[in-house]
């Protein structure tokens, strides 16, 4: 059943109970006025009956025809009333209302043969009874009818936005973000079409950031390969060159001792700058020292070879008993590190780096602080900082940027490590 039906139904039954309630109390208080009136009537009918009686020639039917309440029947011998006053209708109201015994008729014998029946007659009340039971009903009835018309009304409105809302939910589940609820007269149709707005308009900015997420790593993973190939081609490519021609010069001069010395003392370091150059390569590539260290020591080194490289003092802290992580938690907190320090050589302008690793509670917190320029928040994210936050998620942590202009930056996240069990 639709809405619109549970409602209908529930308004029907309730102006339904409503109505019975009301018929109740009107017969309750119809059947106490009739009563009234014919214990009123009652004496009317013992006086007839006493004229009766004594001058039974007083009667007259011209006289009794008009009497309230009172039915009075002049009979003929072997004569009976076979219609019965009242509707069938009024005739059930009388039996609910009234004993029976109020209705039953006194007969008194003429001195003409005939009989002179007189009974209490509450068909006038009743008549007044059923005009006001049938007035309440159709007034209920109409009451019942205008009320569900509004309704209708109403509920056709709201329907109406959540049909709009539906369209729109099915219009963003096929990936049209740019889709947008209209305004309505109600206020609680514009909140839900300005939340719903602002949803879709949300996901279009996810939409076209992760476009542009892709469209930089792609244009990064196409940099990184003319790197590595640069990289082997003008430095590695030059070493095994160099190698390559001191062992034919090694051939020439195998008769010359000291020649032959001095050649293999320039292999051995073309050899040995060769291996520094691929371990550098391969540390850039992979950190292959966390399979061998924990992120600690890890961290040190990698701490220790920015500060060389960069010339930029960097103070690690680590705090006392740090969890053993799993591999992929701790190249995801490893390459974080290694992008916060890459951003400070980049973009902050520092003279000093700290970096602080501690367990907090149920959870383990990173903090990375430079004394660089800062700058006034919010930022758009580039790729470095995106890279990060996506690493944070990856993690179940939660990365909060704080920066100031002249103040520096300061990056904190907290990781729960009951998620990383």
Same mark, same amino acid.
């Given at each position: 059943?639709?809405?619109?039906?549970?409602?209908?139904?529930?308004?029907?039954?309730?102006?339904?109970?409503?109505?019975?309630?009301?018929?109740?109390?009107?017969?309750?208080?119809?059947?106490?006025?009739?009563?009234?009136?014919?214990?009123?009537?009652?004496?009317?009918?013992?006086?007839?009956?006493?004229?009766?009686?004594?001058?039974?020639?007083?009667?007259?039917?011209?006289?009794?025809?008009?009497?309230?309440?009172?039915?009075?029947?002049?009979?003929?011998?072997?004569?009976?009333?076979?219609?019965?006053?009242?509707?069938?209708?009024?005739?059930?109201?009388?039996?609910?209302?009234?004993?029976?015994?109020?209705?039953?008729?006194?007969?008194?014998?003429?001195?003409?043969?005939?009989?002179?029946?007189?009974?209490?007659?509450?068909?006038?009340?009743?008549?007044?009874?059923?005009?006001?039971?049938?007035?309440?009903?159709?007034?209920?009835?109409?009451?019942?009818?205008?009320?569900?018309?509004?309704?209708?009304?109403?509920?056709?409105?709201?329907?109406?936005?959540?049909?709009?809302?539906?369209?729109?939910?099915?219009?963003?589940?096929?990936?049209?973000?740019?889709?947008?609820?209209?305004?309505?007269?109600?206020?609680?149709?514009?909140?839900?079409?300005?939340?719903?707005?602002?949803?879709?308009?949300?996901?279009?900015?996810?939409?076209?950031?992760?476009?542009?997420?892709?469209?930089?790593?792609?244009?990064?993973?196409?940099?990184?390969?003319?790197?590595?190939?640069?990289?082997?081609?003008?430095?590695?490519?030059?070493?095994?060159?160099?190698?390559?021609?001191?062992?034919?010069?090694?051939?020439?001069?195998?008769?010359?001792?000291?020649?032959?010395?001095?050649?293999?003392?320039?292999?051995?370091?073309?050899?040995? /700058?060769?291996? +520094? &150059?691929? *371990?550098? %390569?391969? !540390? $850039?590539?992979?950190?292959?020292?966390?399979?061998? @260290?924990?992120? =600690?020591?890890?961290?040190?080194?990698?701490?220790?070879?920015?500060?060389?490289?960069?010339?930029?003092?960097?103070?690690?802290?680590?705090?006392?008993?740090?969890?053993?992580?799993?591999?992929?938690?701790?190249?995801?907190?490893?390459?974080?590190?290694?992008?916060?320090?890459?951003?400070?050589?980049?973009?902050?302008?520092?003279?000093?780096?700290?970096?602080?690793?501690? /367990?907090?509670? +149920? &959870?383990? *917190?990173? %903090?990375? !602080? $430079?004394?660089?320029?800062?700058?006034?928040?919010? @930022?758009?994210? =580039?790729?470095?900082?995106?890279?990060?936050?996506?690493?944070?998620?990856?993690?179940?942590?939660?990365?909060?940027?704080?920066?100031?202009?002249?103040?520096?930056?300061?990056?904190?996240?907290?990781?729960?490590?009951?998620?990383?069990?």
């Amino acid at each position: 059943m639709t809405a619109l039906g549970r409602i209908n139904l529930g308004v029907s039954l309730l102006f339904a109970l409503v109505t019975l309630l009301g018929l109740a109390l009107l017969l309750r208080q119809a059947s106490e006025d009739v009563r009234r009136e014919l214990l009123a009537a009652e004496a009317v009918v013992e006086y007839l009956g006493e004229v009766a009686r004594t001058r039974p020639a007083s009667l007259r039917p011209e006289l009794t025809d008009n009497l309230r309440h009172i039915r009075v029947s002049w009979l003929r011998p072997g004569e009976d009333i076979h219609a019965q006053p009242g509707t069938g209708l009024q005739r059930w109201i009388a039996r609910q209302l009234l004993d029976p015994s109020l209705l039953a008729a006194d007969v008194w014998p003429l001195g003409d043969g005939r009989e002179l029946r007189i009974a209490l007659d509450p068909y006038d009340e009743i008549e007044e009874i059923q005009d006001s039971l049938l007035q309440l009903l159709l007034l209920s009835a109409f009451a019942l009818a205008l009320s569900l018309l509004t309704i209708r009304f109403a509920v056709r409105r709201g329907l109406r936005v959540l049909d709009e809302l539906l369209a729109g939910l099915r219009q963003v589940g096929a990936g049209h973000f740019d889709t947008r609820l209209p305004n309505h007269g109600l206020a609680e149709a514009q909140r839900l079409a300005g939340h719903f707005n602002a949803m879709a308009t949300t996901l279009q900015q996810v939409q076209a950031d992760n476009a542009e997420l892709t469209q930089a790593l792609l244009e990064l993973q196409e940099r990184e390969r003319a790197r590595l190939g640069q990289t082997l081609h003008d430095d590695l490519g030059q070493y095994l060159s160099g190698i390559r021609a001191q062992a034919c010069l090694l051939r020439v001069i195998a008769d010359r001792p000291q020649q032959v010395q001095d050649t293999a003392r320039l292999l051995d370091d073309n050899c040995e /700058r060769l291996q +520094q &150059g691929f *371990r550098s %390569l391969i !540390r $850039d590539l992979y950190p292959v020292v966390l399979e061998r @260290l924990e992120l =600690g020591p890890a961290l040190q080194q990698l701490t220790a070879d920015w500060q060389q490289a960069q010339g930029i003092r960097c103070r690690l802290q680590l705090g006392e008993r740090l969890p053993e992580l799993p591999l992929a938690s701790k190249a995801h907190l490893y390459r974080l590190v290694q992008e916060a320090l890459t951003n400070v050589a980049r973009h902050a302008d520092a003279s000093e780096v700290r970096i602080r690793l501690q /367990r907090r509670g +149920q &959870g383990l *917190r990173l %903090l990375v !602080r $430079d004394n660089g320029q800062g700058t006034a928040l919010p @930022l758009r994210p =580039g790729i470095g900082l995106r890279s990060m936050r996506e690493r944070s998620r990856s993690l179940g942590g939660e990365l909060r940027l704080h920066s100031r202009p002249q103040v520096g930056w300061v990056l904190c996240l907290n990781i729960p490590l009951e998620a990383k069990s």
